[in-house]
């Protein structure tokens, strides 16, 4: 069985900024109005027998949005960026450019890009290992979508 949440009526989305280092037009600091869809397939349980919680599924997703909305996401894994520091203001340098940007609008992120692509998979494994916690869930897929119609799809399963 699966159950699907979709991002816009749900009002799963964030507003951040991200750079896509060395990038042709992505490189330089830009923003998108992101949207979350989520579909979690597994086993129907409990008393009410669900899949999972509608409730318990926003709740995680809306965690995340509320972590990363209005703020720079930044890689801390990337090759292609030289952190100088990491509290405070994170400074860092890519290409020649330097940056200085205050701790608290910022979100440092284990991952080696910012690219929807990642946000997904980092959203996917989230809500995976949040969920395994009370329900018998065999996949996890999660859409980020960098404005309506422009997205990446990453799907965790067991």
Known sequence: MKIVINGIHANLRFSAAHMIPEHESCGCIHGHSYIVDVKVEGKRSGKHGFVADFKDVKAVVRELCSR???????????????????????????????????????????????????????????????????????????????????????????
């Open 68 to 158: 990363f909305d209005h703020k720079l996401l930044i890689p801390l894994r990337s090759p292609l960026i030289n952190f100088s520091s990491t509290s405070g203001n994170i400074k860092f340098e890519i290409g020649g450019k330097e940056y200085s940007i205050p701790e608290e609008d910022c979100c440092l992120l284990d991952l080696e890009s910012t690219s929807a692509e990642e946000l997904s998979r980092y959203f996917a494994s989230t809500l995976f290992k949040e969920l395994g916690r009370k329900y018998d869930i065999s996949s996890v897929e999660v859409c980020v979508n960098e404005g309506i119609g422009q997205g990446a799809i990453s799907t965790i399963s067991r």
